[in-house]
């Protein structure tokens, strides 16, 4: 029985007529007739799919993903019968068939806003190409039509088939304005994602009242009516000075959005990695900053000083229906206030029933809001109506007005609804008013002011809760380095339910810690290192802004409990809410972050781990930990430490961001990485090998109990028939194996090269050679095939000597055995058989001597392999791709690239980031 070989090529032609492969197209294999799957994949650099083979030929079928990427389907290959997807395999055709499919590109632009992703329906599009050095408008590879037209009801324009790059020009509906795309390369049937995004870029500006309102811009009307929710006060001020009013009280906004605004322009300039908006950004961040602490210090310098009041406002919603009432709060100081209750149209009548102040005492430790239940909607609307009867009489101006004060009540009737609670104490609104000062601001005057229990109390006012999600430092995550040598791509994300305020809707911008409050995760807010710059650290090849995990000018306490901060609370959230974290790493060629770690809940298990480093690993309480300095999770220049926990669940991608740091450092200790989780680490994954278990079985309370685990199980071994369940393990080669240290591998070594009597009569031997002339008797065949596949995912040279050295029956060092000596003894164990090696001696010399580094082909085909494997060794692994097994195709491929960088390393795909995590809802008002 023959086997036929074969493979699939795609590609199209560009405008010239030359092959571009199309990468990255997600593809089967099926056998024609049967039905059955031979191979899936995806192209590679080459547009090739692997190579597979069929005993005794027969006929094969390529199906592609379809461009929702939920099932396969044929590739769009619109050239005639001599395209078709099938390639035929003849028993005994030497080599391998190549099967070439000429693919149609195609186009396909969703349109969106950038905040909330919200899709842009009906907005008209063109399609330009360059020509000569200038645009002129792209016409369809087929029907010759130009490339132009709208968006459907989701924002997508349609399929648009060219074979260059192009660049598209959307028109925002009802509107001038034009955004244009980058420019775009075709796309191909397969490939992920199967459409470009071009967001349009909206104001940022104070938020509605709940977070799905809508309303139009134009015709927006302030009116003259001030709701003092603390007081149970409603006044109808006279236009001037509700003119004066709204300057004063906006300008004040204006200056408490700032620092968020600013601080949303350092992330986007991190995102799309220019350093001089970096360093723009952040002096703008520190100019907001003063502007705060200074229009903090002149008007608030008690709580007493502040006034917190509720404005209402119309909207016309067109023809025919009835207006549309929204809510804002403003701030302005109490004498301010206090001035415009003496110009109060309503005179007599200025007092309403709402029931929602705090039944708490105002400086309690505890003080909780009142129940939205208990809003008296009724009394409500007769204050109402006894207000407007009384400013009837007096003011001759727009009836328009009178009419709006039913729906301003009704509205904040419903407002106050999806309320959990109404915190509408003067402390409770200062801290409102700070959060939207950036949550970092230094405000001097806060040594003065004492608040205590409304950091626990509820904060919420009259707006709905939402979710917040972010990314630190941004999408791109950090870049980690150790002794000058980059490690790779992290970055942290954050969750957290909200509730309404500009502060906390527009961005988080300060800087935030986690403590523990009665034993659960909680926010603390921090104040921001200004002379930390991020723009100083930024990479120049990547654009990333880097980090040391073993840096000396971090020294994070123990935790924050007990640690004196100012009290930059955040507005409008609950006190002691349980935030959720990510740790997240960009797997070598891999285009989107992957989680393997998420913030600790309970209290901190290790303190002091790493107390001088940006990042560090430990292990505690079964589980691995990685503490990570504040300024890297939440926030530039913050103090502060934060612990992150590895689930069991997440334990195979924490394993191969843990190899792969090892791997790009060389095998460098790693002073960031406590000596006991090399040792908690390789003794699970010995067990885990070993016992053919899962992970979270093997991960005890403490390292103690791992060690009693781990020396159980070696005496089990000493049984020859658990010693055969062990190398039966192995030779699956299960994938714990792959990214193993050497600790792990050099415990296994050890223990395959132990046998006995009995191990010979549980294994019996293996006949190998390449001919009838040359046939080899190998004693402990499955042993030295165990070995063989122990030494397989080894990479480097010193990755191969570091194994070695620690071929120990603890995995410790054993300084007085060189690992010279360990590996004769390997090669030893290889060459027990017979008729096999005839001078071992001379070949282990030949070894050591460079000007005669050996054959390879000594009479023992697992000496061959042995030796062959050691040969083919790297002398630095190249970045950015992935660990392959020594001797496989993929491997003669990065043999050639020793030491080289990938183009994509450390860097996420554009177009996965946003995919990965949404940024919140954000209204225009």
Same mark, same amino acid.
Request: charged fraction near 25%; charge should be neutral.
């Given at each position: ?502 502060? !906390?809707? $527009?961005? =988080?911008?300060?800087? /935030? #810690? ?6 659960? %995760?909680?926010?603390? +807010? ?101 503490? !990570?300095? $504040?300024? =890297?999770?939440?926030? /530039? #220049? ?6 992150? %926990?590895?689930?069991? +669940? ?276």
């Amino acid at each position: 029985m023959s086997t036929a070989r074969g493979k699939f090529r795609l590609y199209y032609k560009d405008g010239l007529g030359n092959e571009v492969p199309c990468t990255e197209v997600h593809y089967r294999v099926v056998e024609l007739g049967r039905g059955t799957t031979v191979v899936t994949g995806v192209t590679d650099s080459q547009g090739e799919t692997v190579e597979f083979s069929k005993d005794d030929g027969g006929s094969c079928r390529l199906d592609v993903k379809d461009f929702d990427g939920n099932d396969f389907d044929a590739p769009d290959t619109p050239f005639g019968e001599d395209d078709e997807n099938k390639v035929k395999l003849v028993a005994g055709t030497a080599g391998t068939v190549v099967r070439k499919l000429r693919i149609r590109p195609y186009f396909r632009v969703l349109f969106t806003t950038q905040r909330g992703d919200k899709p842009l329906p009906w907005a008209q599009f063109k399609a330009y190409v360059q020509d000569n050095g200038g645009e002129v408008l792209a016409r369809e590879l087929f029907s010759d039509r130009p490339i132009h037209g709208a968006t459907d009801a989701d924002g997508l324009t349609p399929e648009l088939h060219f074979n260059e790059e192009l660049v598209f020009k959307f028109q925002l509906p009802g509107t001038s304005v034009q955004v244009a795309t980058a420019s775009l390369k075709p796309l191909c049937k397969g490939q992920t994602p199967y459409f470009y995004r071009c967001a349009f870029k909206t104001v940022q500006a104070v938020t509605a009242a709940e977070p799905d309102h809508r309303m139009q811009l134009a015709g927006k009307t302030s009116l003259p009516l001030l709701l003092n929710a603390e007081d149970e006060e409603l006044i109808m001020i006279p236009p001037k000075d509700f003119a004066e009013f709204e300057r004063l009280s906006g300008e004040l906004e204006n200056i408490m959005a700032g620092p968020h605004r600013a601080q949303l322009d350092l992330t986007r300039a991190l995102e799309v990695k220019d350093v001089a908006a970096v360093q723009r950004a952040e002096k703008a961040l520190g100019l907001a900053e003063d502007r705060v602490k200074t229009a903090l210090n002149k008007d608030f310098k008690k709580l007493a000083d502040l006034k917190e009041v509720i404005v209402f406002e119309s909207y016309d919603k067109g023809k025919g229906k009835e207006p549309g009432i929204g809510i804002r709060r403003r701030y302005l100081p109490t004498k301010k206030y206090k001035e415009l209750w003496d110009k109060r149209l309503n005179r007599n009548e200025f007092k309403v029933s709402l029931g929602l102040k705090s039944k708490g005492s105002p400086t309690g430790d505890h003080s909780v809001g009142a129940s939205p239940k208990s809003l008296n909607t009724a009394a409500l609307k007769e204050s109402l109506a006894k207000i407007k009867y009384e400013t009837k009489k007096s003011w001759n101006s727009d009836p328009k007005v009178f009419d709006l004060f039913d729906y301003a009540g009704n509205q904040f009737g419903y407002v106050e609804a999806l309320s959990d609670s109404s915190e509408v104490e003067n402390a409770a609104q200062w801290l409102r008013l700070v959060g939207g000062a950036g949550l970092s601001a230094e405000v001097d005057w806060k040594k003065k002011v004492q608040v205590q229990g409304n950091l626990q109390g509820k904060l919420v006012l009259y707006e709905q809760k939402y979710t917040r999600r972010w990314a630190v430092p941004s999408l791109n995550g950090w870049l980690m380095c150790f002794s000058g040598i980059d490690l790779g791509a992290i970055r942290f994300t954050m969750e957290v339910q909200l509730a309404g305020f500009i502060g !906390a809707k $527009a961005t =988080l911008a300060g800087s /935030v #810690g986690v403590t523990f409050d009665q034993g659960k %995760a909680a926010f603390q +807010a921090m104040r921001r290192d200004r002379s930390d710059s991020v723009a100083e650290a930024v990479d120049t090849r990547t654009g990333l802004p880097k980090f040391e995990p073993a840096a000396l000018n971090s020294k994070p306490p123990k935790d924050l409990n007990g640690a004196k901060f100012d009290v930059d609370a955040f507005a409008g959230i609950e006190g002691s809410i349980t935030p959720a974290g990510k740790l997240q790493w960009l797997p070598p060629e891999e285009k989107a972050f992957v989680s393997f770690a998420e913030l600790s809940v309970t209290g901190g298990v290790n303190a002091g781990a790493g107390a001088k480093a940006e990042l560090t690993i430990y292990y505690a309480n079964g589980k691995f930990m990685v503490k !990570a300095s $504040a300024r =890297l999770c939440w926030g /530039v #220049g913050a103090k502060g430490a934060v612990d992150f %926990a590895v689930d069991p +669940a997440k334990m195979a991608q924490f394993v191969a961001w843990f190899y792969y740091q090892l791997l790009h450092a060389g095998f460098k200790i790693l002073v960031y990485v406590g000596r006991e989780v090399f040792d908690a680490l390789s003794k699970v994954l010995f067990l885990v090998i070993a016992e053919d278990g899962d992970i979270g079985r093997q991960l005890k309370a403490s390292v103690k109990a791992i060690d009693e685990q781990f020396n159980t199980v070696l005496r089990s071994y000493e049984n020859a028939e658990k010693r055969a369940r062990l190398i039966a393990g192995i030779n699956k080669l299960p994938h714990w194996l792959v990214h193993a240290t050497p600790e792990t591998r050099g415990m296994l070594l050890y223990e395959i090269t132990r046998h006995s009597t009995f191990s010979h009569f549980r294994a019996f031997p293996g006949l190998a050679g390449s001919d009838r002339s040359d046939v080899q008797v190998h004693y402990l065949d499955s042993h030295k095939q165990a070995i063989i596949n122990i030494l397989k995912p080894v990479q480097i040279v010193d990755e191969w000597n570091n194994v070695m050295q620690h071929m120990t029956r603890d995995g410790q060092k054993d300084d007085q055995r060189p690992r010279g000596q360990n590996e004769g003894e390997v090669m030893r164990f290889l060459n027990n058989g017979v008729s096999l090696t005839e001078d071992l001696n001379q070949l282990i010399r030949n070894i050591n001597t460079p000007a005669k580094p050996g054959g390879e082909k000594t009479g023992n085909h697992y000496l061959d392999e042995f030796l062959k494997m050691r040969k083919a060794l790297l002398k630095e692994f190249p970045k950015g791709y992935k660990a392959q097994l020594n001797g496989t195709p993929a491997w003669s491929v990065y043999a050639m690239k020793d030491g080289m960088v990938h183009s994509h390393f450390a860097l996420a795909d554009p177009a996965h980031l946003r995919d990965t995590l949404d940024e919140g809802r954000t209204m225009v008002a």
